[in-house]
């Protein structure tokens, strides 16, 4: 039985704070302390018994009292999750371990979302990954790729997707199928699904840009740099700029951006961006009656009773004269926007 060692107070309730013992009564009283010294037998007995839950719980470790729970102990391969979950490596997990740090290493050069990188036990990065998640009896799968053929035959799992839409290949006609079989997904392009127009909408904005493929960096509207030269770090922070970081590289038909990433603006999936000192503002193509290039040498966006333009008030979310002379060649930079915007708005 684990030994009670204090106590707190918690919504006017004493709550008693308690270490585990391991191996030789050693106590622990930290992740760290459990990691250094895994027991895994007592491990399982601790999950078992539900003192594993609390003592995680007690200690605000969120994450790793998440993952626990999310564990059944009927699994088959509940000693692989169960080390998965707390991050510690056993003997008969070492594989398993290896390729979440690899997807976990993946996935940090590609976002600072904490809460995607701490499932990267539960991700899959390729058909491999997903074969072995579901052989593992995942219940919930994180889908990071262009494409996963899904197992209609496999119930009860939820799919998402992630730093993307993955397209899905699966023997089901309708969400029907899915819901006999309690299959769920999240972020996901199914088969009857219409396709995403996102490489028409990178079509559309060569055919406008011209840029050879390549998302420009300017300084003071003269283009420096492209985005692919661009570190995989700075890549990161440039995606986070646009809509608090909710699109990924795969979802952006074209891009421009200052050389100090202080301002620029994006053609999306769905939506016109701006980002930075020009002003945060998203824009669906869809909301967008009518865009023009204005008398004043800015682009005008009318949506409704609505004005947006790139220079002066008092229309309505005015941007930033100065920073826009820095991002765009004036006026030629104006047009193609609102050129672009012009086709955009019926996708």
């Keep these: 039985m684990a030994n009670l060692k204090a106590t707190n107070t918690a919504g006017g309730r004493r709550k008693g704070i308690f270490a585990l013992r391991l191996k030789d009564n050693l106590e622990v009283r930290t992740l760290e302390e459990l990691r250094d010294n895994f027991d895994l037998e007592k491990a399982i007995e601790y999950f078992h018994s539900g003192e594993l839950l609390q003592w995680l719980e007690d200690r605000f470790y969120d994450d790793?009292?998440?993952a626990i729970r999310e564990l059944s102990g009927d699994d088959s391969n509940l000693s692989t999750k169960l080390c998965a979950a707390l991050n510690v490596e056993c003997d008969d997990n070492l594989d398993f371990m290896r390729r979440v740090r690899e997807k976990k290493a993946y996935l940090v050069e590609h976002t600072d979302d904490q809460t995607i990188i701490d499932n990267a036990a539960a991700t899959a990065l390729d058909q491999g990954d997903l074969?072995?998640?579901?052989?593992?009896?995942?219940?919930?799968?994180?889908?990071?790729?262009?494409?996963?053929?899904?197992?209609?035959?496999?119930?009860?799992?939820?799919?998402?997707?992630?730093?993307?839409?993955?397209?899905?290949?699966?023997?089901a006609k309708s969400q029907d199928d899915l819901d006999a079989q309690n299959i769920s997904f999240e972020n996901v392009q199914l088969p009857w699904q219409k396709s995403l127009p996102i490489e028409e909408l990178k079509a559309l904005a060569e055919k406008v840009f011209?840029?050879?493929?390549?998302?420009?960096?300017?300084?003071?509207?003269?283009?420096?740099?492209?985005?692919?030269?661009?570190?995989?770090?700075?890549?990161?922070?440039?995606?986070?700029?646009?809509?608090?970081?909710?699109?990924?590289?795969?979802?952006?038909?074209?891009?421009?951006?200052?050389?100090?990433?202080?301002?620029?603006?994006?053609?999306?999936?769905?939506?016109?961006?701006?980002?930075?000192?020009?002003?945060?503002?998203?824009?669906?193509?869809?909301?967008?009656?009518?865009?023009?290039?204005?008398?004043?040498?800015?682009?005008?966006?009318?949506?409704?009773?609505?004005?947006?333009?790139?220079?002066?008030?008092?229309?309505?979310?005015p941007y930033n004269l100065e920073a826009c002379a820095k991002l765009f060649k004036q006026p030629n930079d104006y047009e193609k926007v609102a050129k672009f915007l012009e086709v955009a708005k019926n996708f």
């Design 131 to 171: 074969g072995e998640l579901i052989q593992l009896g995942y219940t919930t799968i994180y889908l990071c790729g262009e494409q996963f053929n899904v197992p209609i035959r496999v119930a009860g799992v939820k799919y998402v997707g992630i730093l993307g839409a993955p397209k899905i290949k699966i023997r």
């Design 64 to 66: 790793e009292a998440d």
């Design 210 to 317: 011209q840029t050879g493929g390549k998302w420009p960096l300017v300084k003071d509207g003269k283009q420096v740099s492209t985005f692919d030269q661009l570190s995989q770090a700075e890549k990161s922070a440039a995606l986070r700029m646009f809509a608090q970081g909710k699109y990924s590289e795969s979802q952006i038909a074209f891009m421009q951006l200052t050389e100090d990433f202080a301002s620029g603006f994006a053609m999306t999936i769905d939506s016109f961006c701006t980002a930075g000192s020009v002003g945060h503002n998203t824009i669906l193509y869809k909301d967008i009656q009518r865009a023009l290039r204005a008398e004043w040498g800015g682009v005008a966006i009318l949506m409704g009773s609505k004005r947006l333009t790139f220079s002066f008030s008092p229309h309505d979310r």
